[in-house]
């Protein structure tokens, strides 16, 4: 074999004089490549699933405040409330677009329940929200006004041709519906509820002043995450207050419902702590998560491209160790007349293979990952894609290409710069 030859062969094979370190090269750059991928395909799964899932929330704009309550609430009890001039200086501000009042009940209320051959009675308060803040409702949320069939303080009844009133629908919040399997029912020996028997509970309501009852039929139709609170339709609670609350209290809403341009708005946050309310944002929980997810997924990036950034350090003190010891074969083939750009070639050709293979890998593990993460979200009822993103492909196919491309023009400046040396 001719000396020209076994330099051509040197160079051919110049990757594979330093196995261990290229070999250490490779797998960082798989794994970084890996972590870089899978970042980028579940961030945008996490954007699309939370940005579909706070859209049909339909309570990503609104937070529900209330003042703060301390001890002279005992003395004044309507300190609480929100005056009219309050209200209209919370209209005045940018970031407010649409304010509505939470109302709660004036009248006495009572609800009885039917469990088996347990009966369990206990005074409620109930609050109604507008319907938009609660957006997809039960078909079963809806109300007709009985005529006035109730009775005075001793059961004599008042009307006796009462027409039956329609059930009165109630949602109740899901942190009580979990307080109540989870703190109260397990204590007492009580039969737990799971939402799905909700519906199947008759309870039977008594509203009440001091002068006249009325009682009514009532059905739990469904669970909220929106509002902590025990929720009838807007026009039962209307005509219940108008017609049985107490005309002493002014009736000022105790909580608002407040739409904002941007629940994160610095300029709200610096309104309320001002003013003293107290906010609780009916999608706070869903946007922290969001944020945990999006954070994770961060930090993975970053770790990737560390991982990434150190992989191509190696490669690149391997070749520059790699043209320092090929010097002699190098400087007889540009003696021979080969050019600089075909020496390039040749060399960066040694450790192609290698990355292609090592970027495949990473691109078929991040399709079958992100695929059998989809199926496993599918089967708890969440709405996952299992495709893979167009940008994380372009991402996939890129990066070996400008590690390549960049490992060939580096080389091809170096044998340039040792040929007109």
């Known amino acids: 074999m001719s000396i020209l030859s076994l330099s051509l062969l040197s160079l051919c094979s110049g990757w594979r004089k330093h196995p261990l370190a290229n070999l250490m090269a490779l797998i960082a750059f798989g794994l970084g490549l890996l972590l870089l991928l899978l970042s980028l395909q579940f961030a945008q799964q996490a954007t699309v699933f939370f940005a579909n899932t706070l859209s049909e929330d339909n309570t990503s704009e609104y937070l529900i405040i209330n003042k703060k309550i301390g001890i002279l609430n005992n003395l004044n009890p309507e300190a609480s409330a929100f005056k009219e001039y309050e209200v209209a200086d919370l209209k005045k501000e940018p970031f407010i677009k649409e304010i509505q009042s939470v109302k709660a009940n004036t009248f006495k209320t009572n609800a009885e329940v039917r469990i088996g051959s347990a009966v369990f009675g206990s005074e409620l308060f109930f609050e109604s929200v507008p319907d938009a803040f609660l957006g997809r409702l039960p078909s079963a949320w809806k109300w007709q006004q009985p005529q006035t069939g109730d009775y005075d303080s001793s059961g004599t009844a008042l009307q006796a041709d009462r027409q039956a009133a329609s059930t009165v629908p109630v949602l109740i919040s899901r942190d009580f519906l979990a307080m109540y399997n989870l703190g109260f029912a397990n204590t007492r020996g009580l039969p737990v ?145 080969y050019r600089s750009t075909f020496l390039a070639f040749l060399s960066s050709a040694s450790a192609a293979l290698g990355i292609v293979i090592v970027s495949a890998l990473a691109l078929v593990a991040t399709i079958f990952i992100n695929h059998s993460f989809g199926e496993f979200m599918r089967s708890k009822s969440l709405d996952f894609s299992t495709g893979i993103g167009f940008n994380v492909v372009i991402v996939g196919l890129l990066g070996p290409v400008l590690l390549l491309l960049t490992q060939y023009f580096w080389l091809r400046f170096r044998f340039r710069r040792l040929s007109l040396g």
């Open 193 to 337: 509820l799971p939402e799905e028997t909700l519906g199947l509970i008759p309870l039977s309501l008594r509203i009440s002043n001091q002068d006249r009852y009325l009682d009514l039929p009532a059905r739990i139709v469904g669970v909220t995450s929106k509002i902590s609170s025990i929720l009838i339709p807007q026009e039962v609670m209307d005509w219940a207050n108008r017609d049985y609350g107490r005309k002493r209290l002014s009736g000022d809403p105790r909580r608002l419902i407040v739409k904002v341009s941007d629940p994160r708005s610095t300029e709200l946050e610096k309104f309320l702590r001002k003013k003293q309310y107290e906010v609780s944002d009916a999608s706070k929980g869903l946007r922290e998560t969001a944020y945990l997810v999006n954070t994770v997924l961060s930090v993975l990036a970053s770790i990737g491209a560390i991982m990434l950034a150190l992989a191509v350090l190696i490669f690149f003190l391997n070749l520059q160790l790699f043209v320092s010891n090929s010097r002699q074969d190098i400087d007889l083939l540009v003696l021979m007349g």
